[in-house]
């Protein structure tokens, strides 16, 4: 494996000083560029383009060649473990992911098997080992998968959901059942991450975007419980070096203290919550990822390096800030805006680590 020639995300991440706070997108590489509507018509839809390593990696690397970003990470999509577990994805247009198949009673989650990445999920495997060596030492790799909460709810709703009635009414009626397919999900999650680390993902992150709709007791036993056993379960150290954990909850920022005592390395903010605060009730504890409103990047170039410059003083000077938007990039965006981003951080950044 090459040498890494810009750590300074790796670094950020284990709290250790850089030149700059270094910055990478969530769903970095996506709609709002066109070179990625591209190659997905190409490919012929969404999973079809995840499915074939050789696209995956077209698409990884096509920011990292528009911008100076510190990280680039795996092209793929969070449903890959359910749709292993024979759930039927698929995406409708203008719909998101749905799935054929349900999981609703006992027999359902009886049914479901644990995932062998090597096994099932060989194209992502793959995926990882191509983007790593035709990196060569750019930049970081990230490897991610969802967290079992958020994968239950899609497999459970079977679709994006507005008000949760299957899951919830599980976790309610039927808890048992409940953490029978969450206890499956973490088991599986381990492997695929790990499998990922094992292929060339030199950090990874746990994306709960559902987190943020339960209450605090529900949050606590139904999703960081579980994502705690994926941090317990995980490869540390690889190449050399710490392979750093992010745990991201959308709507999570009540509880910080506890997400960043789940054994992480870094805890992702979304833009509701402020960074300084966050920073002064962790107080060290953990690195902090985020989190600019992703709606910034439609305003003027004006307007985004006055955010930037001011998400920047909210952290202050010192160690264990990663840039990153509060949630994905939106398809919307110009793609000059994006650059406007990147660059006002590496450049507003300095003073912050003189």
Known sequence: MSELKNDRFLRALMRES???????????AGRYLPEYRETRAKAGGIIELFRSPQLACEVTLQPLDRYPLDAAILFSDILTVPDAMGLGLYFETGEGPRFQNPVRTDADVDRLPIVNPER????????VKTIRAELNGRVPLIGFSGSPWTLATYMIEGSSSKNYHYIKTMMYDKPELLHQLLSKLATSVTAYLNAQIEAGAQAVQIFDTWGGILSGH???????????????????QREGRTVPIILF???????????AASGCHCVGLDWTTNIGDARKRL???????GNM??????????????????????YGSG????????????????????????????ELSAQYHA
Do not use: C
């Open 218 to 236: 529900a949050y606590q036993a139904f999703s960081l419980a579980y994502m705690k056993k994926i941090v317990e379960g995980l490869i540390t």
């Open 293 to 314: 409103d992703p709606a910034v990047l439609y305003a003027s170039p004006q307007a985004i390096r006055s955010e930037v410059a001011r998400l920047l003083e909210s």
């Open 249 to 259: 909850t959308k709507n999570g920022g009540q509880w910080l203290e506890s997400i």
């Open 120 to 127: 099932d999920l060989p194209y992502v495997i793959d995926a």
């Open 283 to 289: 107080d060290g504890r953990v690195a902090l990822q």
């Open 319 to 346: 160690v264990g800030h990663v840039f990153n938007l509060g949630h994905g990039i939106t398809p919307g965006v110009d793609p000059k805006n994006a650059g406007v981003f990147i660059d006002a951080v590496h």
């Open 18 to 28: 850089v030149d700059v706070t270094p910055v990478w997108m969530m769903r970095q």
